[in-house]
């Protein structure tokens, strides 16, 4: 399959890299790579388009300086692409995400994750927030459903810290083998990772269900995961912005569930929330 890539200069660099990266995942990127002075965007050229960009907000706004090179490329190596810009991160001193060629930390919990094209290593805000609050939690006799999983990380996560019955679920048939082969890795038995979309879950019932996608799919979906949660459990969510915040609540007590709390990072937040 050709890629078309777009290589960005953003500055800010950090702040400017993580919104553009959220907006280009809306239009149809598919893959993203950090660079020292921005990302790397990739897009099937099948789904480009002459005014992909027409509609991405950060480029027109002038608190950001933004430039960019387009090309198209016939075949990626995606694991040396990654290999050339990733780093080890560590979330609250407890849990490394690194890959196999890093050495093997000292932390309580080490996940390895290779990412391929997949969404989630832990340097995205949002990633990074939903391993913040999966930490504390005791997931013993726990069943937990991690929606739209991208590379398995969080569905990783929750068995490192006790959950014996987890299922993945990812509508992208790519991010679905990703996710397998990542689970594979961590030696991870109790994870079942299926291909498909919110229809899967009904009729299911969890204690603990994740999802970490962007606000439009949360507020078309956050009703069917109400419905299949067990009284008392909790839903942890992420992908969106703090001023989507109220209309996520929103949601959600329309729903039947109570908001928690929530968590900012870089105007990203987290936000649990619990059915009663």
Request: with cysteine.
């Amino acid at each position: 399959m050709n890629y078309i890539e777009y290589d960005f200069t953003v500055s800010p660099t950090e702040m400017g890299a993580e919104i553009l990266t959220a907006e280009l995942a809306e239009v149809g990127f598919d893959s993203f790579v950090d660079t020292p002075t921005g990302l790397k965007a990739y897009i099937s050229k099948d789904l480009w388009r002459e005014d992909i960009l027409e509609d991405i907000y950060l480029l027109g706004n002038p608190e950001f300086t933004i430039s960019y090179q387009v090309t198209e490329i016939e075949q990626i190596n995606w694991n040396e692409e990654w290999e050339k810009n990733f780093s080890p991160i560590v979330v609250e001193n407890l849990c490394t995400v690194r890959a196999n060629f890093h050495p093997i930390p000292s932390t309580l919990y080490d996940i390895v994750i290779t990412p391929k094209m997949s969404f989630g290593t832990g340097h995205h805000e949002t990633t990074y927030m939903m391993l913040q609050q999966l930490i504390p939690l005791s997931l013993q006799e726990v069943k937990v459903l991690d929606m739209g999983c991208g590379t398995g990380i969080l569905a990783i996560m929750a068995a490192l810290r006790g959950a014996h019955d987890i299922t993945a679920i990812d509508i992208d048939p790519w991010c679905v083998e990703n996710a397998t082969e990542n689970v594979q890795q961590n030696n991870c038995d109790f994870i079942t990772v299926k291909q498909g979309e919110v229809s899967v879950i009904a009729g299911e019932k969890y204690n603990l269900i994740l999802a970490n996608i962007n606000r439009n799919i949360l507020l078309s979906d956050i009703p069917a995961y109400a419905q299949s949660l067990l009284p008392q459990g909790v839903l942890l969510v992420s992908g969106f912005y703090l001023e989507d915040l109220t209309a996520i609540q929103e949601c959600s007590q329309a729903a039947g569930l109570h908001y928690i709390s929530h968590i900012e990072r870089n105007n990203w937040v987290s936000a649990k929330f619990q059915r009663i």
